[in-house]
């Protein structure tokens, strides 16, 4: 079947305090508008959605390390297409998935929260997949992947695939871990061990946090490192066939620009 070129990039409707309470966190904004200015370069329509049809930005997103020039310029005006599309959001569950040939999850912290169990992002994903389309993700992202099936093999979507996110020795690394603890947050690390995605998404220094030693040791998966960021704040993504994941904020371009090549490629198969 052909695939619509067009995009919905999720985006989370959950916030939440970090750094001792002192910050909200919600949308972590270059990781929706990023992927939004690319996939609109590329000739896509692209829509966003939450599964409440709200949002929250994050504070540190705002910050002029992580949003300066022309993505403040956009962000400031409130007539700018992306914000006017930000601002009136479509709740998902008023979406059809076979509306979609490609599928983003945009993140931040919060998206740990909603993710899991964002029942229509969800939907929506699982069509774009069962119809042949891209499913992608950026940073915390992949939290949707927790009750995300494949209809085809009724297994997680991620089984047996590569997959990247945030690590969890990035989140030690911002002193916040005991925080995410506390609203019960599995990190992207564990959900993706649970749920049988090969491990190209951990650094080394990484399996020396007890937790990710615990879900290492009672898995049966090999844990990989010769692929990964240098860095834990490196620009890194992983495609793997259709699905196409990318590790942090500094990614959410280069993810965005792989998956316009990882539809273009599935788009040409159909012919």
Same mark, same amino acid.
């Given at each position: ?171 030690? &690394? ?43 040791? &009672? ?48 788009? &040409?198969?159909?012919?």
């Amino acid at each position: 079947m052909s695939l619509p070129r067009r995009a919905l990039i999720s985006i989370t409707s959950a916030h939440g305090t970090l750094f001792e309470g002192k910050e909200t966190t919600g949308l972590f904004i270059s990781e929706a508008l990023h992927p939004y200015s690319v996939l609109r370069a590329a000739g896509f329509e692209v829509d966003l959605a939450s599964e409440t049809g709200t949002y929250t930005p994050d504070w540190l997103s705002t910050q002029p390390d992580f949003l300066n020039g022309e993505d403040l310029d956009i962000w400031n005006n409130a007539k700018s297409e992306f914000r006017m599309k930000l601002d009136n959001m479509t709740k998902a569950a008023d979406l059809d998935g076979n509306a979609y040939g490609l599928f983003y999850a945009s993140a931040g912290h919060a998206a740990l929260i909603d993710y899991p169990t964002a029942s229509s992002l969800q939907r929506i994903a699982a069509q774009v997949w069962a119809n042949g389309g891209v499913v992608s993700s950026v940073c915390h992202g992949p939290a949707l992947f927790a009750n995300l099936i494949d209809h085809n093999t009724n297994e997680p979507l991620i089984k047996n695939k590569r997959i990247t996110g945030f690590t969890t020795e990035a989140e030690s &690394s911002l002193g916040i871990m005991d925080e995410l603890r506390s609203w019960g947050a599995e990190m992207v690390e564990e959900t993706a061990i649970r749920l049988g995605a090969t491990c190209e998404l951990f650094t080394l220094s990484s399996i020396h946090d007890p937790a990710i030693a615990w879900w290492v040791s &009672s898995s049966d998966l090999t844990l990989k490192t010769d692929v990964r960021a240098p860095g834990i704040w490196d620009d890194f993504h992983v495609v793997d066939g259709r699905l196409v994941t990318g590790q942090n904020p500094a990614s959410a371009t280069s993810t965005a620009q792989a998956a316009v090549e990882a539809f273009d490629s599935a788009f &040409s198969m159909v012919f």
